[in-house]
């Protein structure tokens, strides 16, 4: 399996010292539907990404905190209204934008992305 990205999730934490109620699983289920959705879309047919809801990723603030992997990128105060622009404009640009305007010049550039 050739995974382009992961996407880390804390969502259920156990001390719920990052955000308090029931956020975070409000949010892990608008992670699943929006990854779904976008698995769905021919243009991500070689395109795995995959998605894992954790206890703590050690922040303790300002969650929920969600983790991108490998580009180490880390957003706060994760919301179910956030998802849909994140994964717009940080998941489905890295690949399909590129993709879509593939020439020998920009395929380095979608290496060096990936």
Same mark, same amino acid.
């Given at each position: ?20 109620? @029931? ?31 954790? @206890? ?14 490998? @580009? ?33 010049? @920009? ?8």
């Amino acid at each position: 399996m050739n995974v382009h990205k992961h996407l880390l999730l804390c969502a259920t934490p156990t001390k719920q010292k990052c955000f308090k109620g @029931d956020e975070g699983n409000k949010t892990w289920e608008c992670l699943k539907k929006t990854l779904k959705n976008y698995e769905k879309d021919p243009s991500s047919k070689n395109i795995q990404i995959l998605r894992s809801k954790v @206890d703590c990723l050690r922040i303790c603030k300002n969650g929920p905190i969600l983790l991108i992997w490998p @580009d180490g990128i880390w957003y706060e105060k994760v919301s179910p209204e956030k998802v849909s622009e994140i994964f717009t404009s940080h998941i489905t640009v890295s690949y399909t934008h590129l993709r879509a305007h593939e020439t020998e010049a @920009d395929l380095v550039c979608r290496l060096l992305l990936e």
